[in-house]
């Protein structure tokens, strides 16, 4: 398996960029030691071109080198100052709304357009429910498209839908009773037939069909992932695609795929999860997207204390992080601020989540 360095990906993922990074071409860089994009910038191009000279296929093997290096040039940006930055800012970076009140009190708006928001919290503290009710908030209010990360099949359609009608499955019912595709006197539905009968209620099924859902279990296929995403996203640049576009991005949560390549002595697994905390970031940024995280919780020592999972290296990584807490005897859930580009930490609200 070919490991991921930080910020230079494989060979292989540029071929979805340019069909001449084949395989041919990348057993040629191969033979030379050259496997990833940091491979090839450190080596002598000059030396690398006289011996695709010597190959049968010089001409498609030296075309390949020059197309790498244009694909390398289009990655690095330049240089911003202060102003261009704030005008990106004004003109690019919107805010999205959460789909909870307490929590758009809370942020000043919701989840910021640019920057990777983190949720930690323990096991049933709310997490996932907030990654639905931004994505079905996102899809029916802000008309955007979702592209759904779920490590832990937590996903449910059912849940969404709910919230897009109301927030319960009597709420849900309603509306599509309202279509008059039901009888008033239906009873309990089953998961089957409560997604069945949404499909008779075209606004659902339109809202619905903005969010993609995405299962991954591993980093390697959460690269992968990223890397086809973002190929996709640059195909919709060029080709002027502006409906629908992507605003918001969960993954959740971060820390399944992350937790099983960390330990040891070894810096790899490190190595890792900063290069995959920096794809979200570019992501983010260079395509207006709010990416949305989530995170456990681990204990802080002999004090009971919890403190965010993946240690110091990850903490830096988030623009903004929020501790979320919920009381077990009701619905009651705190939001703290533990990091933000622009507000105190400290700050707390209490929602109520259902």
Not at 65 to 77: F, H, K, W
Not at 143 to 158: C, L, M, P
Request: hydrophobic fraction near 40%; charge should be neutral.
């Amino acid at each position: 398996m070919i490991v991921v360095k930080v910020n230079m990906a494989p060979l292989k993922h540029l071929e979805m960029e340019n069909s001449i990074i084949d395989e041919c071409f990348r057993d040629f860089c191969a033979s030379h030691g050259i496997l990833t994009v940091e491979d090839f910038l450190l080596h002598d191009l000059y030396e690398l071109a006289a011996f695709a000279e010597r190959e049968a296929n010089a001409d498609r093997l030296k075309e390949g080198i020059t197309v790498m290096l244009s694909l390398i040039e289009l990655q690095c940006r330049p240089w911003l100052n202060g102003m261009e930055l704030l005008e990106d800012l004004q003109r690019n970076k919107h805010t999205l709304s959460s789909g909870d009140n307490g929590m758009n009190s809370l942020l000043q708006g919701g989840y910021g357009e640019g920057q990777l928001t983190e949720l930690v919290g323990p096991s049933s503290s709310g997490k996932t429910q907030f990654c639905m009710r931004a994505a079905a908030s996102v899809a029916e209010k802000q008309e955007g498209s979702v592209f759904y990360i779920d490590t832990g099949n937590s996903f449910s359609a059912r849940r969404i839908a709910q919230f897009i009608c109301g927030g319960s499955d009597a709420a849900a019912l309603r509306k599509v009773h309202s279509q008059q595709f039901l009888s008033p006197s239906l009873g309990a539905v089953t998961d089957h037939q409560f997604l069945i009968l949404l499909t008779r209620n075209v606004y659902v099924q339109r809202v619905l069909s903005r969010i993609s859902c995405h299962t991954v279990y591993d980093i390697y296929t959460m690269f992968d992932t990223l890397q086809g995403l973002e190929v996709a996203l640059r195909s919709q640049v060029q080709m002027n695609v502006n409906e629908y576009r992507l605003r918001l991005l969960v993954v959740d949560s971060i820390s399944s795929t992350i937790t099983p390549i960390l330990g040891g002595s070894g810096s790899q697994g490190r190595a890792l999860m900063v290069a995959l905390g920096y794809m979200l970031k570019k992501l983010a940024h260079e395509h207006n997207i709010a990416v949305l995280v989530t995170n456990h919780t681990v204990g802080a020592g002999e004090s009971g204390k919890t403190k965010p999972a993946l240690g110091e290296t990850w903490k830096s990584i988030p623009h903004v992080r929020l501790m979320l807490s919920r009381d077990n005897r009701n619905s009651n859930c705190t939001i703290s601020i533990l990091k933000h580009t622009s507000m105190p930490s400290g700050q707390t609200v209490r929602t109520i989540t259902r």
